[in-house]
T-cell receptor, first 113, second 111 residues
Framework: QQQVKQSPQSLIVQKGGISIINCAYE??????FPWYQQFPGKGPALLIA?????SEKKEGRFTISFNKSAKQFSLHIMDSQPGDSATYFC????????????FGEGTQLTVNP | SQTIHQWPATLVQPVGSPLSLECTVE??????LYWYRQAAGRGLQLLFY??????ISSEVPQNLSASRPQDRQFILSSKKLLLSDSGFYLC??????????FGEGSRLTVL
């Protein structure tokens, strides 16, 4: 059972554009929603995370938008740069499960110069 | 600061051969430890997690096993590899909740 669905599978954006990646979850008990960034041949690293008590969190060019009623959350990358080219994973977990994250299938982002 | 080491980085093994991937964490005590697998073009699948020495929970029934012989050491093993075991294996650690810290990964090709 896939509990976190991520789209699109791949995304190509021009430099300076906005990249948007969407995720939907099924389990209403999830209360922690991180995004991870993975460069080729490397392990993923935490980019930004949100808890459901807020609808938006911004860190620099990266913003998470969260819609609890729709059970959806998204990552927006403003002013996308070639260095942002990577695979992005959304994830979700219940605080009581520790860090046992359920990951989406990933989005391969390419930012053209 | 905390660091996580994973080895070997790359491994090519014949079908039916054994497997041992090792992971160690430095700079912290009693971490939660995890093994994830990433198939080509796919997401991250949690295979095993451990909250303490000798305590292993399996998320997916499969051809693999895990052990935690020491507080900061996590080992992924198989007695006989299958073609379907090919993938990118990632070890990770965390404190009780929140951020997962991943290692650099081990790429396994089974031929």
């Amino acid at each position: 059972q896939q509990q976190v669905k991520q789209s699109p599978q791949s995304l190509i954006v021009q430099k300076g554009g906005i990249s948007i990646i969407n995720c939907a979850y099924e389990n209403t008990a999830f209360d922690y929603f991180p995004w991870y960034q993975q460069f080729p041949g490397k392990g993923p690293a935490l980019l930004i995370a949100i808890r459901p008590d807020v609808s938006e969190k911004k860190e620099g060019r990266f913003t998470i938008s969260f819609n609890k009623s729709a059970k959806q959350f998204s990552l927006h990358i403003m002013d996308s740069q070639p260095g942002d080219s990577a695979t992005y994973f959304c994830a979700a977990s219940k605080e009581t499960s520790g860090s046992r994250l359920t990951f989406g299938e990933g989005t391969q982002l390419t930012v053209n110069p | 600061s905390q660091t996580i080491h994973q080895w070997p980085a790359t491994l090519v093994q014949p079908v039916g051969s054994p497997l041992s991937l090792e992971c160690t964490v430095e700079g912290t005590s009693n971490p939660n430890l995890y093994w994830y697998r990433q198939a080509a073009g796919r997401g991250l699948q949690l295979l095993f997690y451990s909250v303490g020495i000798g305590q292993i929970s399996s998320e997916v029934p499969q051809n693999l096993s895990a052990s935690r012989p020491q507080d900061r050491q996590f080992i992924l093993s198989s007695k006989k590899l299958l073609l379907s075991d090919s993938g990118f294996y990632l070890c990770a650690w965390s404190r009780d909740t929140g951020e997962l810290f991943f290692g650099e990964g081990s790429r396994l090709t089974v031929l």
